[in-house]
């Protein structure tokens, strides 16, 4: 079984930073591209970040471009999401997801095979 725990939430002010964390526990051999997303109650989960499998590459939603940033561990099979001048739309729970293709790439919740169980963010005004 896949189990990917996220950690890392809370309450914060606008402006401020929180990082995020996303830990993968079972016997995990291959490296897959890992994402975030987030979603708000009476909204469609959204995209938000998303990492290649050797971390090469990134890719961001534009409402996150400039501000968050996603990075991850390999030896430690951990993926962060740094999260600065955080605005009270920020505010939702952030899901961190594996990928179907080793090699493919995640901006959709289609591309997401596994999912955490989420962690909420506040970002109070």
């Known amino acids: 079984q896949v189990q990917l725990v996220e950690s890392g939430g809370g309450l914060v002010q606008a402006g401020g930073s929180l990082r995020l964390s996303c830990a993968a526990s079972g016997r995990t051999f291959s490296t897959y591209p890992m994402g975030w997303f987030r979603q708000t109650p009476g909204k469609e989960r959204e995209f938000v970040a998303s990492i290649s499998r050797s971390g090469d590459s990134t890719y961001y939603a534009d409402s996150v471009k400039g501000r968050f940033t996603i990075s991850r561990d390999n030896v430690a099979n951990t993926v962060y999401l740094q999260m600065n001048s955080l605005k009270p739309e920020d505010t939702a729970v952030y899901y961190c997801?594996?990928?179907?293709?080793?090699?493919?790439?995640?901006?959709?919740?289609?591309?997401?095979?596994?999912w955490g169980q989420g962690t909420q963010v506040t970002v109070s005004s």
């Open positions: 997801a594996r990928g179907t293709n080793r090699y493919g790439v995640i901006t959709s919740n289609s591309d997401a095979a596994y």
